[in-house]
């Protein structure tokens, strides 16, 4: 189970990249878009430190025109990516 800390986090699935320790979401995502990411490209996440878990859960994500209902990532593969970026970039071995 996660023991509370974590990093919020908004990975760039296109461009492999993320921006991570804001206060929330969105300040992450800011960061990317004045960086060049496009903001449908974009998916928050957490990063749990002590148990090196990833969740797919943020407001950033709730985005109806891209048939993303929920603050979860809905989509299987696009949560695949996310974590697999995250876990590259930060060296996190499954």
Not at 64 to 81: A, F, L, V
């Amino acid at each position: 189970m996660f023991d509370g800390l974590f990093i919020k986090l908004a990975v760039d699935v296109e461009r492999e990249v993320l921006a991570g320790g804001g206060e929330l979401h969105a300040d992450c995502e800011q960061l990317l878009l004045e960086d060049g990411s496009q903001q449908e490209n974009i998916w928050g996440a957490d990063w749990y430190p002590h148990t090196r878990e990833v969740t797919f859960e943020a407001l950033i994500n709730i985005r109806p025109r891209q048939q993303n209902y929920g603050m979860e990532i809905q989509d299987s593969d696009t949560r695949e990516q996310v974590e697999m970026i995250v876990r590259q970039l930060m060296k996190i071995a499954v």
